[in-house]
């Protein structure tokens, strides 16, 4: 039941922009867009979520279409360190509980 | 601090064996999370507790056996489980809705 659809992967170089597609059509209004990236074999590490609008903290920055279908996250310096695959997720009410339905994710190369 | 622990690091356990999975967290967060990770796929929930209470479980066959024993910690019981239950096991805890996950333990079932 994959909300997101995210390309299976990416390459970019170091010190340049990386800018992840996610579309996310079937979105609803108080769903939230959550991204996420795992280093191999490690967890998760959460790095940055919205509803409507755009948002930046030191790590990235999101993109939000105004129709919410589609976001975009945004590393402004890629480095090696970034290399790892990026999930893009849609938190829904489940239960009464908040429920991550990740995407398929996005495998980033960085080279130098 | 956003850490969330997880022990053993590895596990090789054969299929009569018993065998149990800890979470910890000092964050004060009163949602714990189990997920379950194949090779090359995303995480699946398995379990979510709250206020030390399970409240979701996703349809997960009983040779898995969550237990919160107090607001920081969170154990996995495994019992009598199958080769294709390799994976790599991940716990997660979040205050509200941000969740912070562990850096999991590698499960292999001979």
Redesign the interface.
Known sequence: DAKTTQPPSMDCAEGRAANLPCNHSTISGNEYVYWYRQIHSQGPQYIIHGLKNNETNEMASLIITEDRKSSTLILPHATLRDTAVYYCIVRVLYGGYNKLIFGAGTRLAVHP | D?E?T?TPKHLVMGMTNKKSLKCEQHMGHR?MYWYKQKAK?????MF?Y?YEKL??NESVPSRFSPECPNSSLLNLHLHALQPEDSA?Y?C?S?LS????????T?LTVL
């Open positions: 956003t969330v997880q949602a796929k995303p995480p699946e929930l979510v709250s409240s979701i790599l991940l997660a979040s809705v941000t969740q912070y996950f562990g850096p999991g590698r």
